[in-house]
């Protein structure tokens, strides 16, 4: 009887940084981590390939190799269009993707609008702005 041992199980998925929002033309608070198995344990030493796949934003490298735990980790910068960006890692015929959403602040005045002086002088109260994030709906 010959046996035929059974194809080894290779995934690759996300292990953290998905589904984060940033302002337009920012850097991502984190880098997306992508993690390679075989088996349910780690692939060491496997080049991963990082590309955008969809929307506006650049990469900081366009491949990594995973680390003794089987990670790859690629920060990013959101571009200048607002929506859906996917980022895609990819090793032989495996495909992974992470999702992020670039946006348009808001900018709203909190103190200090109003205000008038001479040319060359400074206001009596500075000038405070909050920028955020908007609302969906709006």
């Known amino acids: 009887v ?5 194809q080894a199980a290779r995934t690759l998925a996300v292990a953290s940084g998905a589904d984060q929002t940033g302002a337009l033309n920012s850097d991502a608070d984190l880098p997306i981590v992508f993690n390679l198995t075989e088996n ?15 929307g506006s934003a650049s ?3 366009t ?13 990013f910068r959101y571009g200048g269009s607002a929506g859906r960006i996917r980022i895609e890692a990819s090793t032989a015929n495996l495909v992974a993707s992470a999702f992020a959403t670039a946006f348009l602040p808001d900018l709203r005045i909190v103190s200090g609008n109003g205000q008038s002086a001479r040319a060359g002088t400074r206001l009596p109260q500075d000038l405070v702005i909050e920028i955020a994030q908007p609302v969906a709906g709006d």
């Open 63 to 75: 491949s990594a190799s995973t680390d003794s735990s089987g990670r790859a980790s690629v920060r």
């Open 59 to 61: 990469l900081a490298a």
């Open 40 to 54: 349910g344990q780690p692939v060491a030493g496997e080049v991963i390939s990082f590309r955008v796949a969809e």
């Open 2 to 6: 010959t046996t035929t041992p059974a």
